[in-house]
C-alpha cells in the first residue's frame, strides 16, 4: 500500500491552492476562513489520529475507470463537454466511510462518499464530490462547526458533555432527519451498489442559455443492493475494499450519474433539507469502475467547487465554507500533518 503522494502532483496542487491557502482580503472572507480552520481543527480531534490523511473521510480507496456521456439526454441541460462529449474518456476517484474515523467501520448505517474527476479536456473539468445520503446535518458553516464541537469533548473538562450535545440536538433539527434517513436505509453491499448525492444545487446551463437549478445524483446501474441486520454483522468492519476490488476484477462496476430537476418550491440555500424524490432526473452519463488503485490518489484534492463550463454555485452557504476546508485539509495532509 502506498501512502506518499506523487511529489510533483502536490507541489503542482499547492501552487494552485496558494490563493485559497493565502489569508483572504474581505472581512467576510477572513470569517469564513477562520471557520473553515475550526471546522478542520475539529474534524482533527474527532475520531483518532490522521496524520498525513484526510480530514474527513480518511478511509476509503481509490479507482480508476471511464465516464461515458450520454451526450443526446445531457444537451436539454448542460452545455458542458464533461456531459456532451461523444466518446468516454478516463476518470479516477474514491469512495470513502464518511466522518473523521481513520478506522470506520463499514458495516453501519453511517454515511458513505464517491469523488470522481470528471476532465474530458483541461478547461471542463468537474470533480464530483458526493455522499450517501441526500441532505447534509448542518443547514450552514456555524450549525456544523457548533455541532462538532457538540460532539467532541468539553474543552474545559476534556470530557464529553452529554447534556451540550442534547441542547445542540433539540434546537438544530437538520441531525435528526439526517440520522432518521440512514437508520430507514439498509447497510449497502457494495460500495458500487450504494446511491450516492451531491446535496448542494448548482445552476445547469444549456447550449441554448437556458438554466436550471439541479442536484447531482449517482443510483448503481444494477440498482441499490442492501444487506438486512445480520448479513451486515457478518460481513464485519472491513469488507468494502475486498469487495470493490474482487467486483471489478471480474467486471467494471456501473453507477449512473442524473441531475434531478429542482422545481420552485425547492431550496437551493439549505443543504440540509433534500429536493422531494419525485423530481425529474436527467441522464448525464454512465460511470464505470474499472481497477481499484489502493491509495494512488493520496495526492489528489477533489474540490467540489471544481465546476465545469456552465456549472455554477447559486446561494448554498455551506459551499465555499467547504471548499476552505478542504484546502485546509490538503495543505496539512500533504505536508505530513
Ligand atoms: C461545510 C461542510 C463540509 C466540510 C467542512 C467538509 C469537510 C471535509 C474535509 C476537510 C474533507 C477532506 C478533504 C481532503 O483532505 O481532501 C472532506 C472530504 C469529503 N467530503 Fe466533505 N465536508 C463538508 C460537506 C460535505 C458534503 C455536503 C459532502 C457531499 C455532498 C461531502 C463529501 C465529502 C467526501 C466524499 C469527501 C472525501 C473526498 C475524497 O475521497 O477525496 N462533504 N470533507
Not at 501552487?15 to 493565502?22: F, G, K
Not at 490518489?297 to 476546508?325: H, K, N, W, Y
Request: aromatic letters at 6%.
Amino acid at each position: 500500500m502506498n501512502r506518499s503522494p506523487p511529489v510533483r502532483s502536490v507541489a503542482c496542487a499547492m501552487m494552485l491552492l496558494m490563493p485559497l491557502l493565502a489569508p483572504p482580503v474581505h472581512a467576510a472572507g477572513a470569517e469564513q476562513a477562520d471557520v473553515a480552520t475550526s471546522i478542520v481543527d475539529a474534524l482533527q480531534r474527532l475520531g483518532g489520529p490522521k496524520t498525513g490523511l484526510r480530514k474527513a473521510h480518511p478511509k476509503g480507496v481509490c479507482f480508476s475507470g471511464s465516464f461515458m456521456p450520454d451526450a443526446a439526454s445531457a444537451a436539454s441541460v448542460t452545455r458542458s463537454p464533461a456531459y456532451t462529449a461523444k466518446a468516454a474518456y478516463s476518470v479516477i476517484g474514491r469512495f470513502s466511510q464518511a466522518g473523521p474515523n481513520p478506522a470506520a467501520a463499514d458495516n453501519t448505517h453511517d454515511g458513505r462518499g464517491l469523488a470522481v474527476r470528471l476532465a474530458p479536456d483541461g478547461d471542463n473539468r468537474m470533480d464530483l464530490v458526493l455522499v450517501s445520503t441526500p441532505m447534509f446535518p448542518a443547514a450552514n458553516p456555524k450549525d456544523f462547526l457548533e455541532l462538532l464541537q457538540a460532539v467532541g469533548p468539553d474543552p474545559a473538562t476534556g470530557k464529553p458533555d452529554q447534556a451540550r450535545l442534547d441542547a445542540y440536538l433539540a434546537a438544530h433539527p437538520a441531525v435528526g432527519r439526517q440520522a432518521a434517513w440512514q437508520k430507514s436505509h439498509p447497510v449497502y453491499a457494495s460500495y458500487a451498489a450504494t446511491p450516492y448525492f451531491g446535496i448542494h444545487a448548482f445552476r445547469f446551463t444549456n447550449a441554448q442559455g437556458q438554466s436550471i437549478k439541479g442536484k447531482i445524483v449517482a443510483e448503481p446501474v444494477g440498482g441499490a443492493v442492501g444487506l438486512d441486520d445480520d448479513e451486515a454483522k457478518a460481513r464485519g468492519a472491513d469488507f468494502l475494499q475486498s469487495e470493490l476490488a474482487a467486483h471489478v476484477a471480474k467486471q467494471p462496476a456501473a453507477i449512473d450519474i442524473f441531475v434531478q430537476i429542482g422545481e420552485a418550491a425547492d431550496p437551493t440555500d439549505n443543504p440540509s433539507v433534500a429536493w422531494p424524490d419525485e423530481r425529474r432526473k436527467v441522464h448525464l452519463g454512465r460511470l464505470s469502475i474499472e481497477k481499484a488503485t489502493g491509495q494512488e490518489c493520496a495526492g489528489e484534492l477533489f474540490m467540489p467547487t471544481t465546476l465545469t463550463t456552465g456549472v455554477e454555485p447559486i446561494d448554498d452557504p455551506l459551499l465555499s465554507v467547504r471548499a476552505q476546508a478542504y484546502a485546509v485539509s490538503f495543505g496539512r495532509r500533504v505536508s505530513g500533518q
